[in-house]
């Protein structure tokens, strides 16, 4: 990945699955001590994308191209929510 998506930070082992180990990566954007994190890792198929206080319970797996397109999306504002008409409530 390029530009501010960088994902070069610490390794967290891997997982075991029947498609072999993965080498997942934490965003080098993640705060703290690193409990709410997302993990990259690439399989033969593309990229896995996960949780990483759920590291077992869900993955996602997307294209280099896809996974781009979503976060200039986001960096864009394109998937903010808008903000409801009136004052702001306190």
Do not use: F, H, K
Not at 53 to 81: Q, W
């Amino acid at each position: 990945m390029s530009g501010g998506a960088r994902n070069g930070g610490a390794r967290n082992g891997g997982a075991t699955s029947g498609a072999g180990r993965w080498e997942w990566q934490r965003s080098s954007y993640s705060g703290g001590g690193g409990e709410s994190c997302v993990e990259l890792a690439r399989d033969g198929r593309g990229l896995l994308l996960r949780e990483s206080d759920a590291p077992p319970t869900a993955m996602l797996r997307t294209t280099a191209v896809r996974l781009a397109a979503l976060l200039a999306a986001i960096r864009g504002g394109r998937l903010d929510r808008p903000r409801p008409a009136g004052p702001s409530p306190r």
